[in-house]
């Protein structure tokens, strides 16, 4: 909720497969202040979703695909939601 | 816009509220609405094909030259009629050796690994504004033409299910096959994991008009 500052676990809904999208929730009561939403993932093998950053730090930034960083999502204090790229 | 979102917001819930009520009391653990996916159903979503070995391909074949026609009629516009892409429309064809360079032209001869690839792509995203409408016969004809515009097959090739595992990709060996993780430093930090100071929108989506359509030709997904 604040841009990757703290994390809170989520729990995770069956089925849950390697390599496959899972389905997870975390209850949330939005305050009415503006927030950064991400979900990361730790995966069977203790691999860490990156940032967006560390991404580039590790490949570059002409990486082109398998852009696999965390997605940010701006909630505005007029409760609208927006795509947005975190430093 | 942001009415508009409510009153969808509102009508979803309206639709809920009325299928609860149809089913009456909803099964423990169910929400009283959608059926089981039948077989035919699930065969109609089930179309991925496998890059390497091609599993997954289906009956049907296709010529170069019935390519031609095919691509033609339904991806020149973009794609340009050699495969030379149009404005921000990919290029299909050429490239080779720009995988280096800053702006690395990735096309299927200069890029992609494996020609059951290029089917299943065709397949399931094209043309773009009516994707999975083409038959099976007519995406292993365009999938020969592209080959053949990146010189990777003759003029002669027939695509099929037993001929486009067989092709050799250009860059078929460019590629890691080893799991390369991790191949970032993240670890599993839970709490101040960064200063707030530092957290910064680099990049927004806002007031750029990127939300795709949610009208036009819809995908019914039936096996073909």
Known sequence: ?87 | MSSSRDRRLLLSVGIMVAAGSLAGAAEPGHYGYGTNATPEQIAGWDIDVRGDDGAGLPPGKGTVHGGAEVYAAQCALCHGAFGEGQGRFPKLAGGAGTLRDDRPELTVGSYWPFAPTLWDYINRAMPTAAPHTLSADDVYALTAYILNLNHVVPSEFVADRDSLPKVKMPNRDGFVWIDPRPDSMAKPCMSACADPADIKIMSTAEGRNLTPRTTGPLDPMQPK
């Open chain 1, 1 to 87: 909720m604040d841009g990757g500052v703290n994390w809170q676990s989520a729990r995770l809904h069956e089925p849950v497969l390697s390599k496959a999208l899972t389905k997870f929730t975390l209850p949330w009561r939005w305050d009415g202040q503006p927030a950064l939403l991400q979900s990361r993932v730790i995966d069977e093998t203790g691999y860490v979703q990156p940032t967006i950053g560390q991404l580039r730090t590790q490949r570059g930034s002409n990486s082109v695909y398998h852009n696999n960083s965390i997605q940010t999502w701006q909630i505005k204090p007029d409760g609208s939601v927006f795509d947005v790229q975190l430093a």
